[in-house]
């Protein structure tokens, strides 16, 4: 069986800490993202508008539920599969899909402000 983690609330992150918590984000992301793209797959060729209303409302179910898990990690959920580990001094930055993380960005940069790590 894969590493236990504590479930917190905001927390703030070493980069090694970010980085083993990285597989979990990886894979609830994964999931939720694989799932969302079935369901808007099925939007695409919907016409009737009351049966698309209750898909495209499970479609915002399950992006909040993802949402929370992110933050009941510890992390941010910043926007569709983009998670920040908060670091006391700015965020570690990863988006899905990428397989590491290797980037950070200042509280006030934001993702079009993000560097790749040293």
Not at 34 to 55: C, F, R, Y
Request: aromatic share 12%.
């Amino acid at each position: 069986m894969g590493e236990v983690f504590e479930i917190h609330r905001k927390r703030r992150f070493t980069l090694e800490q970010a980085r083993d918590l990285l597989p979990v984000v990886r894979r609830v992301t994964k999931q939720a993202q694989d799932e969302i793209s079935k369901m808007t797959a099925q939007l695409s060729v919907m016409n009737a508008t009351s049966n698309k209303s209750a898909l495209e409302e499970q479609v915002q179910t399950r992006f909040r539920s993802w949402a929370d898990k992110i933050q009941k990690l510890g992390c941010e959920a910043k926007g569709a599969w983009l998670v920040d580990f908060d670091s006391g001094e700015g965020y570690y930055c990863w988006r899905y899909p990428e397989s590491t993380l290797e980037h950070f960005h200042g509280y006030e940069e934001g993702f079009g402000g993000r560097t790749r790590i040293q």
